[in-house]
């Protein structure tokens, strides 16, 4: 059975920034459309940002764009998500998943298209 598996989450100051990874034994990444998604408390699951079959194109939500910045290191089989200049409206929890119908980011990753997803990784971004 195929299970995701988020890391890299922690508590950080606003300003600040952290890595965080999406392994997948057993599964090769680079064959999908990988996403990271986010769940604030109280709110929707919200698309963050999208990294298509061998990098073939990426995505980025409006509130992330020129902030976080997706990629792969398909030796190591992860995908990653860098955040920097974390705002406290960027606390939520973390996951990541496999587009199973799409293998290219066109647009606002939807929940319904993926596949795979893990328990998540707590982001908290405090002073």
């Not at 922690?10 to 600040?16: E, H, N, S, T």
């Not at 698309?47 to 290191?73: E, M, N, P, Q, W």
Request: with cysteine; proline share 6%.
């Amino acid at each position: 059975q195929v299970q995701f598996m988020e890391s890299g989450g922690g508590l950080v100051q606003p300003g600040g920034s952290l890595r965080l990874s999406c392994a997948a034994p057993g599964f090769t990444l680079d064959y999908y459309a990988i996403s990271w998604f986010r769940q604030a408390p109280g709110k929707e699951r919200e698309g963050v940002s999208c990294i298509g079959h061998s990098d073939s194109s990426t995505y980025y939500a409006d509130s992330v764009k020129g902030r976080f910045t997706i990629s792969r290191d398909n030796a190591k089989n992860t995908v990653y998500l860098q955040m920097n200049s974390l705002k406290p409206e960027d606390t939520a929890v973390y996951y990541c998943a496999a587009n199973l119908m799409r293998s290219i980011c066109p647009g606002t990753p939807q929940s319904y298209e993926y596949a795979y997803w893990g328990p998540g990784t707590q982001v908290t971004v405090s002073s």
